[in-house]
């Protein structure tokens, strides 16, 4: 299978914990993309990259979030002291022209 | 303020039956619309997407539907299929199509489709 990857799947930690994700794209894809969807609202858009430069981040983003994508191949998304707020499916998607194409999300709950 | 709006939560059609999920936006700049199936622990996946240039786009038993004036878009499924049930989110983007980051999606629209 060679689609969107996002490791780990779920995710349960605590307050107070930093927590990162990873997103493997498809490969040939240079384009990638975070959203976070919550219990009953579409995904949210955070942040962007084209290749290894992070191009645009949704207010959404706070400083305790931050995004990688160091050789412009996969990419993490750290959030540093969690909130009970965080808790939502992280997903990313990548692309090469129009259509993104979705991970399977990571599952965050924050106890 | 949503910029897209699905105002359907839910929907349900008999199988055989033709299933027309709507959606309506505000943003005129949007020039870019796309569907994606959500099925439950899985991420969603792209559907159909029709450029602002055109009122129609159809691939196999999907079809896209875009009235500009109205700023609306409709999808329609024929013949729906119990396969068909999930969750469709529709999706906007201002820019060159959907590659320039972020999408905005609706609420969702559950469809489900009865034997």
């Known amino acids: 299978d060679t689609g969107v990857s996002q490791d780990p799947r779920h995710k349960i930690t605590k307050r107070g914990q930093n927590v990162t994700f990873r997103c493997d794209p498809i490969?040939?894809?240079?384009?990638l993309y975070w959203y976070r969807q919550t219990l009953g609202q579409g995904p949210e858009f955070l942040t962007y990259?084209?290749?290894?430069?992070?191009?645009?981040k949704s207010r959404l983003l706070s400083d305790r979030f931050s995004a990688e994508r160091p050789k412009g191949s996969f990419s993490t998304l750290e959030i540093q002291r969690t909130e009970q707020g965080d808790s939502a499916m992280y997903l990313c998607?990548?692309?090469?022209?129009?259509?993104?194409?979705f991970g399977p999300g990571t599952r965050l709950t924050v106890l | 303020d949503q910029q897209v709006k699905q105002n359907s939560p839910s929907l349900s059609v008999q199988e055989g039956r033709i299933s027309i999920l709507n959606c309506d936006y505000t943003?005129?700049?949007?020039?870019?619309f796309l569907w994606y199936k959500k099925y439950p622990a899985e991420g969603p996946t792209f559907l159909i997407s029709?450029?602002?240039?055109?009122d129609k786009n159809e691939d196999g038993r999907f079809t896209v539907f875009l009235n500009k004036s109205a700023k609306h878009l409709s999808l329609h499924i024929v013949p729906s299929q119990p396969g068909d049930s999930a969750v469709y989110f529709c999706?906007?983007?201002?820019?060159?199509?959907?590659?320039?980051?972020?999408?905005?999606f609706g609420k969702g629209t559950k469809l489900s489709v009865k034997p």
């Open positions: 998607a990548s692309s090469l022209f129009d259509e993104q194409f």
């Open positions: 490969s040939e894809h240079n384009r």
């Open positions: 990259f084209q290749n290894e430069a992070q191009l645009e």
């Open positions: 943003n005129s700049m949007f020039d870019y």
């Open positions: 029709i450029s602002s240039i055109k």
């Open positions: 999706a906007a983007s201002a820019g060159y199509g959907g590659s320039q980051g972020n999408l905005i």
